[in-house]
């Protein structure tokens, strides 16, 4: 199987490749038959891809065919996603290939551009570390990574850190906090504000994962 392929199989997997897209290109590859195993194989073309359940059970069947020789984390992850801090191991396991090549600067210090010294995947990264204890990465072309390295143009998807808490808030669940005047609290309150003075107080509760009564007595202290 090669490379090519493999990320297209990865892609299908992580819900990065919608079922009828891969369902054609499946069709269309046939010499997967050898690569996958003829059972495998089988089960693939065999699918109904507009049941739910078809789709699930197979992506996960997909999954463990594909999971054991891997020598890196970036192909199980979506083109968007988040990893948490010190929870499963995640987070060590894709940090022991992938190292940090470019910050984008003091004014935006929870962004940097890293790569996968085993697969040379380019990865960009918002490290949150107020909210939701995560790392945030979309991943890049080689194109959108070379910009960033000689033109300093980053994709806006983290550009931010409303931006970034947004996909922590789509993607990922806000920590509770002991200390309810916690600084973390008060400090990206004040972030938001600086960034965006009319954004509304409903919003950041939003964002913060808490009340919008919590954010008024926030507010008031920062």
Known sequence: MNQSDLETL?????GDLAAPDFEAWLYAHKELDAALGNALYLELISANYRHHEDVFDIREKLRTSLQTPLKCECLPL???AVIPMGCDGLD???FASVEEVHACGPDLWWLHLSRCKVCGQNWMIA???RIYDDYMLKRLTTEEARQIVENGKWPDDFLTYEKVLKVGQALSKACRFLDTMSFSLIDTIQDLKRSRPDITNAEMAALL???????????KVS
């Open 10 to 14: 990865w892609k299908f997997v992580r």
């Open 78 to 80: 979506s083109d968007l």
């Open 92 to 94: 060590q396991r894709f």
């Open 127 to 129: 490290q949150e570390e």
């Open 209 to 219: 994962g808490i009340t919008i009564e919590h954010v008024n007595a926030l507010a």
